[in-house]
């Protein structure tokens, strides 16, 4: 497992240890375990683009609420392809 999580890391350009934070919280929480809550837009600001279209986040959103293809726990490679 740490082998995958590594190359998913190095994959979508984050910290090995912070993907794993990412994966524990998905595992215990779900989708809200996940979520950005730390850079809330204040009013005239702007953020940085987001990474995937309404519609794109609601289909992975769909995913991820079912089990994985494997029928294991959802992984950082997992949720990438």
Same mark, same amino acid.
């Given at each position: 497992?740490?082998f995958?999580?590594k190359?998913?890391?190095?994959?979508i %350009?984050i910290?090995?240890?912070?993907a794993?934070e990412?994966? #524990? *919280?998905?595992?215990?929480?779900? @989708?809200?375990?996940?979520?950005n %809550?730390k850079?809330?837009?204040?009013k005239g600001?702007r953020? #940085? *683009?987001?990474?995937l279209?309404? @519609?794109?986040?609601q289909k992975?959103a769909?995913e991820?609420?079912g089990?994985?293809f494997d029928g294991?726990?959802?992984t950082?490679?997992?949720?990438?392809?």
């Amino acid at each position: 497992m740490a082998f995958i999580v590594k190359n998913s890391a190095i994959a979508i %350009g984050i910290n090995y240890d912070y993907a794993q934070e990412i994966i #524990k *919280k998905y595992n215990q929480l779900g @989708e809200v375990g996940v979520k950005n %809550g730390k850079h809330k837009l204040q009013k005239g600001k702007r953020g #940085k *683009k987001e990474l995937l279209k309404p @519609e794109q986040f609601q289909k992975l959103a769909l995913e991820l609420a079912g089990r994985p293809f494997d029928g294991d726990i959802w992984t950082g490679l997992k949720i990438a392809r």
